[in-house]
């Protein structure tokens, strides 16, 4: 047996009146989902524990079946994992966004234009955060660019509790409300700020305002956690794995799952993302003898987060089409397989940021067929009346039970 999942990442959503008040996975045409869907078991799952932010790292750490109660140590230790930096136990890692902020004289009356500089290309931002590094680096502190607007801090001996805002859940908003409080508060804020004054002239920026584009303002920092320790996927579950993502996040959970991560040529993390790609690469990941292929899609919740509607229903077609289509036709001379669909959490287009609500999962086993929904979206699932609310508790299923 052959087990893949597809994580359409942000895919569930609220009926939107636009779309007649359906959801964005109602609205879009998904054959291959609603072909799978029809001889499949459909439920809803919920990744996100109570008391936990309702982010990636919570929701895909239990998605791969590790209760985030147990082994949830932050957000960015997984992607400093991912960019290879080896974490001291007392280094506390910080994720680094490159944001655009509003021209307000005072920094704490600016407001949060764009938490991704208009996804801000690798090639321009790992310019800036040279020249963020040469001027913050020092003994304890240091700076290490990423992807596009995705990049990191770490600090040794830093404080692992400081209050920290996400920037995609103030899109829009003055930040004074949301600027970092508790332990190391002063320093990070005024890290903030003094980067304003840095990259205000920067070359790039002058180039992109010109090309009408947002430019990188500032850094912010969130996300902030120590370094992690899971149990081998291999061990817990006795299966050779895989792990197909564009973002440092989830290679970084796979990393530290010991699952071997494939990268993917024009995997962007965003709607120009190489979808058929990563169906490619997960079917040749198959072939090669490994047991087990998460692919993640980051597509549908960088849409969401833009509040851009056409691009979230574009982006679940294209999983439809080129990510599902290519594995069904490529996993017919396979043997035996199964296929977990779900998003991992919510980005409703209302809210422009993540929801701990319940999401819609669907089983497809190849040699197995049941009588299910005509049609994978939240309300068919959420009417099967399977439900799982322990999210990590899925993935013991998708891959032991016969039921």
Known sequence: MKYIVVLGDGMADYPISDLGNLTPLQYAKTPNMD???????????????????PGSDVANLSVMGYDPALYYTGRSPFEALSMGIDLAPDDVAFRCNLVTLSGDSVFADKSMVDYSSDEIPTTESSILMK?????????????????????????HGGP????LTPPHD????????????????EFLAELMETSGQLLADHEVNLAREKRGLNPATHLWFWGQGVKPSLPLFSDKYHLKGSVISAVDLTKGLGICAGLKVVNVPGATGNITTNFRGKALAALEEIRNGQDFVYVHIEAPDEAGHRGELETKVRAIEEIDQKVLGELIRGLEDQGDYRILLMPDHPTPLSKRTHTAEEV??????SHRHIVGPTVYNEETARLSGNRFLQGHLLMDHFLKSEK
């Open 35 to 53: 072909f799978l869907a029809r001889s499949a078991e459909t439920g809803m799952v919920k990744t996100v524990p109570e008391g936990f932010p």
């Open 131 to 155: 020249t963020v590094a040469d001027r913050f680096n020092r003994e304890d502190i240091r700076f290490y660019a990423g992807i596009s607007y995705r990049h990191l801090m770490v600090w």
């Open 160 to 163: 692992p509790t400081t209050d």
């Open 170 to 185: 103030i899109y829009g908003l003055v930040i004074r409300d949301y600027l970092p409080k508790g332990d190391g508060a």
């Open 360 to 365: 819609p999962y669907l089983i497809y086993d």
